[in-house]
């Protein structure tokens, strides 16, 4: 596909293709793809935050993953106590994949774990898990916290992707939300999380020795995203 121009618009972007390009669909990926082909920001799905949202009586959490994630969220997931405050999660995993996974750390977790689908709320007790090959953003209408799949291109070579669902909470969430971002190769999540830092934000990123990988924690360091940087075994009681 030849390359097209971007316009931020209210609810992302619109894509207008150049003179004498074609339209395509996208095959779907979730894996990393080859650094060679086009890469795709977060603001091919959602515009940057232009103000601070109003502080709420509720904290939403929202959470990065990919290589080493499952271990590390279940570590994260089952230390918490039933009524923590609503979670939001990305973690890199191929589609049909992550509705077995959200089933099976709902029957080892106090909280409710399940895959995520549009319109469910982000309440105290639950945690909601993108599904594969789709993006997950965290939205709030009034007080009320909500969830958003949406398709889109690649972002940072991900579908879902961190950054998508991180720029989501500093646009709607702002100093309402709590960043955390776990072992991960590459760099997904690293801007969106200083994008929360920066609407107000309280971010945490995972430990180089706990970590299987350290690429996604250590760029959002690299970037000055990070408020804390924490080993697993630390990160549940830091987001309480």
């Keep these: ?31 990393a793809q080859p650094h060679s082909r086009a890469q795709a920001h977060a603001d091919a799905i959602l515009c940057p935050a232009t103000h601070a949202m109003a502080e709420t009586t509720e904290k939403v959490v929202v959470i ?6 499952t271990e590390a969220l279940k570590t994260v997931l089952e230390a918490l106590p039933a009524d923590t405050p609503g979670i939001v999660i990305v973690q890199h995993m191929p589609e049909l994949f992550t509705r077995a996974f959200a089933n099976r750390l709902d029957g080892l977790c106090a909280i409710t774990v399940k895959e995520a689908e549009t319109n469910d709320r982000v309440i105290r007790g639950r945690a909601l898990i993108a599904p594969g090959n789709h ?23 991900h579908r879902p992707s961190v950054d998508v669902l991180f720029r989501s909470a500093a646009r709607y969430a702002g100093q309402n939300a709590v960043g955390v971002i776990l072992t991960g190769m590459g760099d997904d999540g690293a801007r969106g999380m200083l994008e929360m830092k920066q609407a107000g934000a309280t ?8 970590c299987i990988a350290f690429g996604m924690p250590k760029e959002a360091i690299k970037l000055g995203g990070v408020d804390k940087v924490l080993p697993l075994q630390a990160v549940a009681a830091a987001i309480l």
């Design 1 to 31: 596909m030849l390359p097209a121009t971007l316009a931020c618009t209210g609810n992302g972007l619109l894509f207008r293709a150049l003179p004498g390009s074609q339209g395509g669909g996208q095959a779907a990926h979730s894996a």
């Design 64 to 69: 990065g993953a990919s290589t080493g994630g």
């Design 135 to 157: 993006h997950l953003l965290s939205k709030r209408s009034c007080a009320r916290y909500y969830v958003e799949v949406k398709d889109g291109p690649l972002v940072c070579r």
């Design 203 to 210: 971010t945490f990123a995972q430990d180089e020795a706990t």
